[in-house]
């Protein structure tokens, strides 16, 4: 991208603060969880978090580097899939309780990808259903962990 002017960007660098600032709880959450035992100190429950936080420091490096330079894209923003991403990670809080991982991950996907500008949900429900009972299933059965089933318990 082209500068258009020599300022910086004071709203991407708050962003690129706003994800360093994330990235950076991730890493301290990460660290300090509790030791794996021996058997799982390859890949232990730290492994995926730092992979995240990696990405949300990287991520904020590109911003704050863009911002500083003046870098600007020129488009006008488009809230309604920021405003509504934050409403699925509401939905998905509330949700995933009493419905269980499968139909809350289905919904969710559905919901992003309406948000984003797809028409077609009941293609979107059953994509998101089918991800979301791999996900289960590897998680589950694969890695031997838990994750909340809600009245699908009995069928999973």
């Known amino acids: 991208m ?5 300022r910086a960007n004071l709203g991407e660098a708050l962003l690129g603060l706003a ?8 890493v301290y959450g990460a660290l300090t969880l509790p030791d794996p035992p021996p058997y799982a100190r390859i890949v232990g429950p730290r492994a995926f978090p730092l992979i995240v936080a990696g990405g949300l420091l990287l991520t904020a490096a590109g911003l704050l580097i863009q911002a500083l330079r003046g870098d600007r894209s020129g488009e006008p923003v488009d809230w309604r899939p920021l405003l509504g991403g934050f409403a699925v990670l509401a939905a998905a809080v509330a949700l995933l309780l009493p ?3 499968v139909p809350t991950g289905g919904l969710i996907f559905a919901v992003a990808a309406r948000c984003l500008g797809s028409r077609r949900t009941g293609r979107d429900l059953a994509i998101g259903l089918v991800l979301a009972l791999a996900v289960h299933l590897a998680f589950v059965r694969g890695l031997g962990l838990s994750l909340p089933a809600g009245p699908l318990a009995g069928f999973l």
């Open 19 to 26: 994800v360093a600032a994330l990235g950076a709880y991730f």
């Open 99 to 101: 419905l269980g991982f």
């Open 2 to 6: 082209a500068a258009t002017g020599s």
